[in-house]
């Protein structure tokens, strides 16, 4: 799969700027995802959600970045693919279309220049990161 354009990288780069400065961006993705499956809230149980918001932004950052061919960011979601794979966490990887739902929701409520271009170049990114992290279940 290659890389997306580097406009529609850096309109996303952009656009999750925008949303890390909405104080609700992260939680509003948390509630909007948890209650998509009845399998995911359970998996939070235990979390420390302080911590698991600082392991998202860093997830999207590597995501943003194996888009755009950097090859951190390629390993950072090999390691997240390796984490979340059935010898890790074991998710599974039918769940991902939930959480790019639950983040493309959460990125219109906080981008307030999200239009339907800028869904489509967030789609492209995320459809990236999770077959990385879904190739190595």
């Known amino acids: 799969m290659g890389t997306v354009t580097s406009v529609s990288a850096s309109s996303v780069k952009d656009s999750f700027s925008r949303c890390c400065v909405n104080p609700k961006f ?9 209650g998509s499956h009845p399998t995911i809230a359970p998996m939070f149980r235990n979390t420390d959600f302080a911590r698991q918001k600082q392991l ?41 279309p939930n959480w790019v739902e639950s983040l493309i929701k959460a990125v219109k409520e906080c981008d307030p220049q999200c239009d339907r271009k800028m869904e489509e170049d967030w789609r492209d990114v995320l459809k990236q990161g999770t077959a990385l992290i879904a190739s190595q279940y």
């Open 26 to 34: 992260l939680d509003r993705f948390y509630e909007i995802f948890l």
């Open 56 to 96: 998202l932004r860093t997830g999207l950052t590597m995501v943003l970045m194996h888009a755009t061919g950097n090859k951190v960011g390629t390993q950072g979601l090999d390691r997240i693919g390796q984490s979340h794979s059935r010898k890790g966490l074991n998710i599974d990887p039918a769940l991902y």
